[in-house]
């Protein structure tokens, strides 16, 4: 047989790496939505507006009233590794805010059209600006890239179009628009569930009502009424707990013995960020195997506060995982506590029934 022809190694375009870095990162709209929904949440807004149409492959736009962006810094919004939440690789250690490597908006920019509509409180108008690969390009060929100045009320307003636009092969492995919008609603809802003091409403494009509408003071346990229903909300106990020698407080909303479902739902924020955890999951799972009927399952939302000195939050680009110290002993902790509270309210219920 002859021998393999032997190709030289090259570097790829630099344009293809970003490409496939932002791939890696937003993998689906709701990946996207979430890096956007953090941003508006850093940025100190109240109120938070969510568009959405073609299970946001087709548009996705964020509004919020937030700080805004100033116009000096509009050029450099989209390059990667540019942010406003992070100075030093120590600062990596005390970062409380969501975001902290300024990759989203980079990594979006290079797979969807962006455009950000931007107006700080001192600023006499808003700027609106359009990027694409990291760069300001103009808003039509011809004209000049610079942020273009627009009426606009305080806040940010940040416009993905078509995103995965030049990447066919992941546009086309989408095949339901409302499955995307399904992950897009569950995940401003979880967000809404845990950020008291922010409204939010999420629409689809050309509907007359909101998926989600939260109003900026309603309480917790009426997010969760409006979100997951009042047999879910009929029935929370409120917990909360702390140990220093592991570094953590945890509280939120759970369940009781009442309330049994087919699935469980875990709402979980580490730090004000929402993330999975299959060893979470399981120990609260094992927490109401005792309580419930077999196959019955709980609601829980659970926020965790974790001393960051004690967490690893850069395993990952999409920041979706989330190691921390001493793990095990605070899930012991945290379902010691929960498993305390659901005997105390079963305990009533079995007094109460007796009487
Ligand atoms: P990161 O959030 O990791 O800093 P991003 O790419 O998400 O990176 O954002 C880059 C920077 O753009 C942020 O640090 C912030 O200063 C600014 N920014 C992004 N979105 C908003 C927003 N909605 N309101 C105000 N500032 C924003
Ligand atoms: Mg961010």
């Given at each position: 047989a002859a021998a393999p022809t032997r190709r030289r190694i090259r570097p790829l375009d630099q344009d293809v790496v970003n490409k496939i870095a932002a791939g890696e990162i937003i993998v689906a709209p709701v990946h996207a939505l979430k890096e956007l929904m953090e941003n508006a949440v850093d940025a100190g807004s109240t109120s938070l507006e969510v568009l959405v149409k073609d299970g946001g492959l087709k548009l996705l736009q964020i509004t919020d009233n937030g700080c805004g962006i100033d116009k000096e810094d509009l050029p450099i919004l989209?390059?990667?590794?540019?942010?406003?939440?992070?100075?030093?690789?120590?600062d990596l250690q005390s970062?409380?805010?969501?975001?902290?490597?300024?990759e989203a908006l980079a990594s979006i920019s290079h797979i969807a059209h962006l455009t950000v509509t931007t107006k700080t409180r001192d600023s006499d108008c808003a700027w609106r600006a359009f990027y694409k690969g990291g760069k300001l390009v103009p808003?039509?060929?011809?004209?000049?890239?610079d942020p273009k100045p627009v009426a606009g009320r305080p806040g940010t307003q940040v416009t993905v179009e078509d995103l995965f636009y030049n990447i066919p092969n992941r546009r086309r492995a989408f095949r339901s628009a409302s499955d995307e919008y399904n992950k897009i609603i569950d995940m401003v809802g979880r967000y809404a569930v845990h950020c008291s003091n922010v409204g939010f409403l999420c629409k689809k494009h050309?509907?007359?009502?909101?998926s989600i509408s939260i109003q900026t003071n309603a309480s917790t346990i009426d997010r969760i009424r409006q979100i997951y229903g009042a047999s879910v909300a009929n029935e929370l106990t409120e917990f909360s707990t702390s140990d220093n020698r592991w570094g953590f407080t945890a509280k939120g909303l759970a369940t009781n013995a009442n309330y049994s479902t087919k699935k469980t739902t875990l709402l979980l924020f580490i730090n004000h960020r929402c993330v999975e955890s299959s060893n979470i999951r399981k120990a609260i799972e094992q927490t109401y195997a005792s309580f419930l009927p077999k196959n019955g399952h709980p609601f829980v939302y659970l926020s965790l506060e974790i001393d960051p000195q004690r967490?690893?939050?850069?395993?990952?680009?999409?920041?979706r995982e989330v190691n921390f110290l001493n793990e095990d002993e605070t899930i012991q902790a945290v379902c010691e506590h929960l498993r305390t509270k659901l005997a105390a309210v079963d305990a009533s219920r079995t007094f109460l029934t007796q009487t």
């Open positions: 989209c390059e990667r590794f540019t942010t406003s939440k992070l100075q030093k690789f120590e970062i409380v805010t969501y975001g902290f490597r300024g808003a039509k060929p011809g004209q000049s890239p050309g509907e007359s009502s909101a967490v690893d939050v850069n395993v990952h680009p999409t920041k």
